[in-house]
């Protein structure tokens, strides 16, 4: 089947299915049209980059499976996963170091619910789900993470119950749920939002213990878009964050009807952890793979930044360089690894990423991100956040100033061009939104050591300790 | 003599002073008046705050000594150091974390000068100049850092000789200056920029061996300002940045006519090294002074983040915080016996703070900046850089729904108000603005370990080693 | 009074005291004699380095005060402090970098009995044992650390109630005492145990709070001595500790009879709690000031061997230097700091290090330790580990090999006395002992963590945020 | 065919083979019977596990290949390096956590050769003197650290030119060498010893360009053993280091004849350059092969210890178990990933190990060494250096003290079990020889970043930048 031939829709089909009845919020106001919004357009346009790249001969064979997306192919087995995760790492560095996640986080919850209602009443609705997405090629988000409330107490205890979402009617055709989902990337960009649970529940929160897909636009379905990134205005000194964005949502159901061919898991408290711990296993290992163009860039820019400013030879410079060699390559390795240590979830034949080896590598990269950054930050200098604007430059009163007095070891235009690079990477909001999400998305650093920790098999450290240890015998 | 009968300024006449035809460029147009400017403004208001401080008379025994401002009060001893560290502790925590810098560095410049000169022709126009500041309560900008060019050569081996600021003429009444100075503080919100030479010079690099001082409206200082905090207008989600915000300039001396009585220094290649290490050991100090509030702040957001999640209790919350208190107190503790070491310079009677605890407060404050960060981030949750702003809080439709689903251990509008200020201190370009500058303002990283390593007497250490070595006496 | 007038004892008079019936455990065997013994007397000599120390004309002026030991002036303000911290310092430098402890440890006990029984009715027996102790000069040992059994049960909820040391019996004359105290240092070679409680206390468990003294000599009283440092008989290879040792006791209370005028504390647990972190407040000053020693010969050695192996100008050379210094400046300006901060004890009058302070010192001492003995190793080299023995070097026919194969840049003599040297502080069994010792004498890293947590007020930096997130004043 | 018809040794022909005229001195004397010698011994015993080993029929699939030792089998692929690395780690295991060593580096050394000088004229002395080597099975060691002297100058810049081995004169019929190497592993317990350059040699040096085979018992090769390890005779305190021991030597090359089939390569100082790379490309390999053990038994002892000391519930040590493990794991991963990424040389069709990955691994493991210690010796307690010895333990007096006393959450004979492993690996002479080789051996950490900084390619990154950094295209 030629590229041609797949179901994959063009960056059009994708854009002009987002124009519905969806209820989105920015800055106070209902939005009437995703795309034409002067921020929520530029999220749009940066999840259409991701159908353009598969449309991309270049880059078909690796996009393209069996005619699907291959986003949407389910892997079988360790290449299968290095694949995928060589496709995610592509398409994040053809949208700038941002990953466009419009359809990796929907297909990490979907190869979870796979493999989770395996075996249960529901697999065939996820299943045909599946297929609906798959043959549709749609955009997808995932809304996990609960609002939670005191974090001390659970859904139950909490003073509001809706703290966390659940299920407050079961009618014949369907069910109502009620709450609201923090930090839902792109959900006013994609077709549909599923819904899965947070954590692990008490036999009595089963009202809790609820997992489902609807369109966007349904009705009781409010999204409040975070203005976080708003304003990266000027494109000489935002050259990503003027033109990629993620913009997260506060995302209600405000008593939104589910039909039950859509409900997935219900009351099923223990499927409920299962579920969410399985995705989190998938989704983990799509976030190791979206990181590396970001790490990547930060090499990349201390190598830049050295040659400009006439640094190369510091030896503090190679230091640091070495450093952050080490950095961006062990997260790498650890990634493949990851991989290729596939484990197969025996009744469904789903293979899923060594479980240690991807917590080894999100959580060493998220330990190390804000030290890579701060050696990016030295390798520079303070012209970071001193440095001229895109209006400055234009000027051609202020421009021959600049060109005289900020050349280095390059001319001023190239330099102040990686500056600026380095500048949104590294000190502007953007910089703070990913370093924000190196700590807390996909997981908290807590939550991956946690994970690390118990899916280690201590029983041959202990028992190499115990032989060691019996000096009587 | 009463607060009322001191030289210093009001916060109005500070202001009234700025508008002259200082030559001001912000987004590539020439502003007009400095104080009228939307953002421009924001940094003089910030700067008149600290005027606003010394005279209100619960500070007026810190902020006046003698009739005069603090700042201008040549330290000499221990105690004058500890005063000195101790107004711009409070002033900084008075300007919201931002220190006002519109003394304190001027001040710095002019102590190094009274010490090197000392001795020297020039010694009277220094004084005289710092008289002259000190009875007009003038706010100073300091013009230290060289544009540099290519880093691995120096002033004279550049392409382009103005790469480093030197003199191209001299007159029977003054010298003509060219050059530019980047990262200069609050140029465009003072009377008077003071310059400095950077770095030790070659004995063949005379013509750039010059320190002097004009008022900032002097024909061909040319100021271009950076714009990177531009535009955080939203005083909800900002509520540091949105008002207190320091401007720094590219600034340029395009052939500036400077009058023999305020050249400070000329080519006098070995005391213009010496005044520059002077100069940064002054600088040092007060920059370890003025980092303490927001060191504080990054306690004090912990433990009120905690609180606001319901997570005081966790384990891992009361790690990072004593990590937190042990950062911003060892600082702190090392700035104290800075100033409590003091040295005397013997020559001029001036006290300065010990070199060696001065380098360490500040390397200790810059090497774990990033770690500090990367805590409160920790502690914080990814609701930094995906809450909602102003106008959603603002908006009736909108606002219910945030303060159902964003309340937590504490209400919603108090939880999001510390998250709101976290996000500014933490993950938007104030942060990355503090960011940057930890590691590159008064010295890099790199410089303040140079000078530990020089400060430091290994003699007693050696011959302790020499002695226990010393196997066969 | 002239030094020869104290009432300081002479290192002789110290030894010959140590001669009587004490009941003490060495590899097995009940030793005789302590002094005669191979490897105790090793230790009881360097215990009486410092009654040497003392008499020394050059140090009486710090080691004695009002005619007695400066070791037990009971500090009265900040200067006592520093004069005690220097005092330590100064004799542990005289000790080869190990401490004596021989009155150290034992004053920091008295000072805290001094403090907590203050206005109780056993206030008088301490301060007529304080006073006898100091008019003989006595040495001194301090059973802290109960053995403690399993570390999840407090004293009344383990098997063998045994486990941490009680009261089993009160008599009318005093009182019997049955358990067991680990890790208590000199044991062997001092006059008079003080034993204290390790911890908090629960009401029920009066029988455990309880705290007194007797001499070493006391029936029941066993000391059973680690050999752990045993057999560094080659002083060449071991110029440190083949001649000075210190030794730890397993020490046994088997039923020991004290009588009341003994008896400090017992049965308020309250108070037994407070004891016991008086005692580390003062022990852990008394920590760090011996610590400095240790840590100037981390810098000095990494001088030393730089410019023994040639390696001086490496770049790297000059990092680890630096954090050296930083490292080992940091550790002192805290301890400095700490004395300097002093706080007086209303009651008692009795002057304390700052709590805060004095644990941000230790910890950061600890803390880094492992780091700094990481950098000095890689300044050394391999030979550390593969270097020759004495018999090799006092070898005619092996030490021409080494003469002419082992040196660099300074002769294969001074070369290898000073690898020796790090060899004994970094790779042997002595540097086995500092290395643990800095992770948990004094209160173990968690334990110092706690502390530094609990000692800080975090009002004013919670207050500093509250004003600065208080968004709609 | 099977085990018993292989060319592998049985661990008493490899003893038997070691009686004969070696010339070696430990602790000043010449040593007559390495076997029959009480440190010496130990040794040679350690080594012959490693055949021992080989002839366990539960581990000849492992250990033979096509009949003869697996060492000895060159790779060809990433399965055969991989092979070779669970082979070193079995046999590392299996001599509790101390390498055998004495047939991987001689492999690593001569698969060195048989690529470097493929291709030149004495490519078939190397082949020959391999298939010798597999055939008989012998012991290798090998010397490559010359003595160095000033480590500020190179080789022929040394006031003594011996100070690099060299040829100082050449024969018909072979070479005369001179010089020494430093710390050479196993060589009293090995049949011959290979001699490999250091460094990069200068055009002008090439006298020191020399690489060649002798067996030990050669006239003029002189072992002058180092002691380190002396004396660790207590079995029940030293569980690992009184039964497992490696012997480094001072070997001397005292003018010592080489025929010319045993010259692999001479003046060719360009490959000796090369050589020095390639087998440092193949031991770092085999470093982190044999590291594993060790660091899986860090990993063991921190579970082991909290389970005695009844701390397992602890967050701390929950906390520190995470770290353990990550660090275990990530070196372990590492490794495998080097083997799996095997790169091939086209030439001679060897296989080697990613230098990359290669490194990233021995860096993680070395750079983290002593983090990894200070964490477990925290796990563990001060009862590492203050607790009994193993006379204590016969001691029928003492011994019931210990058992009652030094029990917690499991009996005193297991608990102090796991103790003495863990003071064995951690705190004493043992531990200090791990510490140093950690830093030291299989190049230092400076070298190890050197390698890591030249073997990256810096181009994809750079390119990603410049892509992202042209703003205006």
Same mark, same amino acid.
């Given at each position: 089947?030629?590229?041609l031939?797949?179901?994959l829709?063009?960056?059009?089909?994708?854009?002009?299915?987002l124009?519905?009845? $969806?209820?989105?919020?920015? =800055?106070?106001? $209902?939005?009437?049209d995703v795309?034409?919004?002067p921020?929520?357009g530029?999220?749009?346009?940066?999840?259409? *980059?991701?159908?353009? !790249?598969?449309?991309?001969?270049?880059h078909? #064979?690796?996009?393209? +499976?069996?005619? !699907?997306s291959?986003?949407?192919?389910?892997p $079988?087995?360790?290449?299968?996963?290095?694949r995928?995760?060589?496709?995610?790492e592509?398409?994040?560095?053809?949208g700038?170091?941002?990953?466009s996640?419009?359809?990796e986080?929907?297909t990490?919850?979907?190869?979870?619910?796979?493999r989770?209602?395996?075996g249960?009443?529901?697999?065939?609705?996820?299943?045909?789900?599946?297929?609906y997405?798959?043959?549709?090629? *749609?955009?997808?988000?995932?809304?996990?993470?609960?609002?939670?409330?005191d974090?001390?107490?659970? /859904?139950?205890?909490?003073?509001? /119950?809706?703290?966390? *979402?659940r299920?407050?009617?079961e009618?014949?055709?369907?069910?109502?749920?009620?709450g609201a989902k923090?930090?839902?990337?792109?959900?006013?960009?994609?077709?549909e939002v599923?819904v899965?649970?947070?954590? @692990?529940?008490?036999?009595? #929160?089963k009202?809790?213990?609820?997992?489902?897909?609807?369109p966007?636009?349904?009705p009781?379905?409010?999204?409040?878009?975070?203005? !976080?990134q708003?304003?990266?205005?000027?494109?000489?000194?935002?050259?990503?964050?003027?033109?990629?964005?993620?913009?997260?949502?506060? +995302?209600?159901?405000?008593?939104?009807?589910?039909?039950w061919?859509?409900?997935?898991?219900?009351?099923?408290t223990?499927? @409920?952890?299962l579920? &969410?711990?399985? !995705?989190?296993?998938?989704? =983990?290992?799509?976030?190791v793979?979206?990181?590396?163009? *970001?790490?990547? &860039?930060?090499?990349?820019?201390?190598?830049?930044? %050295?040659?400009?400013?006439?640094?190369?030879?510091a030896?503090?410079?190679?230091?640091?360089m070495?450093?952050l060699?080490?950095?961006?390559?062990t997260?790498?390795?650890?990634?493949?690894l990851?991989?290729?240590?596939?484990?197969?979830?025996?009744?469904?034949?789903? &293979?899923?990423?060594?479980?240690?080896t991807t917590?080894?590598?999100?959580?060493?990269?998220a $330990?190390?991100y804000?030290s890579a950054?701060?050696?990016v930050?030295?390798?520079?200098?303070?012209l970071?956040?001193?440095g001229?604007?895109g209006?400055?430059?234009?000027?051609?009163?202020?421009?021959?100033?600049? #060109?005289?007095?900020?050349?280095?070891?390059?001319?001023? &235009?190239?330099?102040?061009?990686?500056?600026?690079? %380095?500048?949104?990477?590294?000190?502007?909001?953007?910089?703070?939104?990913?370093?924000?999400?190196?700590?807390?998305?996909?997981?908290?650093?807590e939550?991956?050591?946690?994970?690390?920790?118990?899916?280690?098999? /201590?029983?041959?450290?202990?028992?190499?300790?115990?032989?060691?240890?019996?000096?009587?015998?």
């Open positions: 089947m030629s590229v031939q797949t179901s829709r063009t960056s059009e089909e994708y854009l002009e299915h124009r519905d009845d $969806r209820e989105v919020y920015y =800055r106070g106001e $209902r939005v009437a795309i034409a919004h921020e929520l530029i999220a749009a346009r940066h999840g259409a *980059l991701d159908f353009a !790249f598969a449309k991309d001969p270049e078909a #064979e690796l996009a393209v +499976t069996d005619g !699907f291959t986003f949407y192919a389910v $079988r087995c360790a290449a299968d996963l290095r995928r995760s060589a496709l995610i592509a398409s994040t560095a053809h700038a170091t941002l990953v996640l419009v359809r986080i929907g990490d919850a979907l190869f979870a619910l796979l989770v209602t395996h249960t009443d529901t697999y065939e609705r996820v299943e045909s789900f599946y297929e997405c798959r043959a549709k090629d *749609l955009a997808l988000a995932v809304a996990q993470t609960d609002v939670k409330g974090r001390a107490r659970g /859904p139950k205890d909490q003073d509001d /119950p809706d703290l966390y *979402l299920v407050v009617e009618r014949e055709d369907g069910i109502i749920v009620r923090a930090h839902t990337s792109c959900t006013a960009n994609v077709d599923i899965i649970p947070t954590r @692990a529940l008490g036999d009595d #929160e009202d809790w213990a609820v997992a489902f897909a609807v966007v636009a349904t009781g379905v409010k999204l409040f878009c975070s203005d !976080f708003h304003g990266a205005d000027d494109p000489w000194t935002h050259p990503v964050s003027s033109r990629h964005k993620m913009v997260e949502t506060l +995302t209600v159901f405000d008593d939104v009807f589910v039909p061919d859509r409900v997935f898991l219900y009351s099923d223990k499927r @409920a952890g579920l &969410a711990l399985t !995705f989190v296993e998938f989704h =983990r290992f799509t976030a793979s979206y990181k590396l163009p *970001l790490v990547d &860039a930060f090499v990349g820019l201390g190598a830049c930044l %050295a040659e400009a400013n006439g640094t190369v030879r030896s503090h410079v190679r230091e640091k070495t450093w060699i080490a950095y961006a390559e997260v790498r390795g650890l990634t493949h990851a991989a290729d240590r596939a484990l197969i979830d025996e009744p469904s034949g789903i &293979a899923y990423p060594h479980p240690l917590n080894l590598a999100k959580w060493t990269f $330990r190390d804000h950054v701060e050696r930050i030295d390798l520079a200098g303070g970071l956040v001193t001229p604007g209006a400055d430059w234009s000027s051609p009163e202020v421009r021959p100033y600049l #060109e005289k007095y900020l050349a280095a070891a390059v001319p001023a &235009a190239e330099r102040l061009a990686i500056f600026n690079l %380095a500048s949104d990477l590294l000190a502007r909001s953007y910089a703070g939104y990913q370093g924000v999400l190196a700590i807390h998305a996909e997981g908290s650093l939550a991956e050591k946690i994970t690390l920790y118990r899916s280690y098999d /201590p029983r041959p450290a202990v028992a190499l300790v115990r032989r060691l240890a019996s000096f009587d015998d």
